[in-house]
């Protein structure tokens, strides 16, 4: 579990994204990274769920979950909706 909030985390992203090459977004990002401190020394070796102090999903670890026959037509489903996304947009 961490214990800062993954929808704060991402708004704040989005705001420092638009002033790219900027001597604020290096300082943006380093308090980004006092206020949401990233899991450092954390290893998985079995299953693993990672979730705010919410209970959202941050991260999982899913080792073997995917068979390789499974895992090419997700892939190739995901890019696909990823494509139509841009579209959209």
């Given at each position: 579990m961490v214990g800062w909030d993954i929808i704060h985390y991402a708004d704040n992203l989005l705001k420092m994204l638009s002033r790219?090459?900027?001597?604020?977004?290096?300082?943006?990002?380093?308090?980004?990274?006092?206020?949401?401190?990233?899991?450092?020394?954390?290893?998985?070796?079995?299953?693993?769920?990672?979730?705010?102090?919410?209970?959202?999903?941050?991260?999982?670890?899913?080792?073997?979950?995917?068979?390789?026959?499974r895992r090419v037509p997700l892939f190739s489903m995901s890019n696909h909706i990823e494509n139509l996304t841009h579209l959209r947009m």
């Open positions: 790219p090459g900027t001597r604020a977004l290096d300082e943006k990002e380093e308090l980004l990274k006092k206020q949401y401190p990233p899991l450092e020394g954390v290893t998985a070796s079995k299953p693993s769920i990672i979730v705010n102090m919410h209970g959202v999903i941050v991260a999982w670890y899913l080792p073997g979950i995917l068979s390789n026959s």
